[in-house]
């Protein structure tokens, strides 16, 4: 009995070893909480920056009025992004150090790598959307990229973040025909599902 223990040990010991070799396991729940926390305070501000600048609607008509509001609802995002890489990092290294696992290796690289290409690439090609003048397309490209990284990168690190990737594609399809509703589209893909995914990450490997 002692040995068939032993020797269940020994290989749940082998697994976990294989695991952080080939997959970044040291992903944080906190972290998508974080992350979602910050984008439901980008869309907060954001919609306060477009409903000021027309009170009854905030559709796409309104934000080609002026280069003022396309210029503060661009910094809103790139602080949110910010604030949000910077929480997630944080969460991410406490729990590496926690656990006692490097946080840069092969691993990271392959995840980092598979993560940035679709999402690079999908930047570089909603930028030139802007520069066409094509606005109502920024959203649902920005859920469609950040959604097709995920899936791209999960096989480099917990699998469950193939799921979140669905739903981000799911919510950038759908935000193509409801222009109208991109805001609320983009609060919900990258702040409530994020807060959902990063809660039940935490509660499944966290936790304990």
């Known amino acids: ?13 082998i697994k976990q070893m294989m695991e952080r070799s080939s997959r970044f396991i040291s992903l944080s729940g906190l972290s998508g909480v974080a992350a ?15 409903t000021g600048k027309e009170p009854e609607s905030y559709d796409y008509d309104s ?4 280069n003022m509001l396309r210029y503060k609802l661009f910094i809103i995002a790139l602080l949110t992004l910010g604030f949000a890489i910077i929480t997630a990092f944080l969460f991410t290294y406490t729990k590496s150090k926690k656990n006692n696992i490097p946080i840069w290796s092969t691993a990271t690289r392959r995840l980092m790598l598979n993560f940035c ?3 690079v690439a999908g930047g570089m090609f909603l930028l030139r959307m802007l520069e066409l003048g094509y606005f109502e397309l920024i959203t649902p490209g920005c859920l469609l990229f950040y959604g097709l990284a995920l899936v791209n990168a999960s096989k480099y690190t917990l699998g469950e973040i193939r ?3 669905y739903a981000q594609i799911t919510l950038g399809l759908i935000s193509c ?5 991109s805001l609320a589209f983009w609060t919900l893909g990258f702040g409530v599902l994020h807060i959902v995914y990063g809660v039940a990450m935490w509660w499944k490997y966290d936790k304990r």
Do not use: N
């Open 163 to 165: 799921y979140l990737g």
């Open 36 to 50: 979602g926390i910050c984008a439901l305070a980008g869309a907060w501000f954001a919609h306060r920056v477009i």
């Open 117 to 119: 290409i679709p999402l």
């Open 63 to 66: 934000l080609t009025i002026g």
């Open 177 to 181: 025909w409801l222009p109208e509703s």
């Open 1 to 13: 009995m002692e040995q068939e223990h032993s020797a269940l040990h020994t290989l749940k010991d």
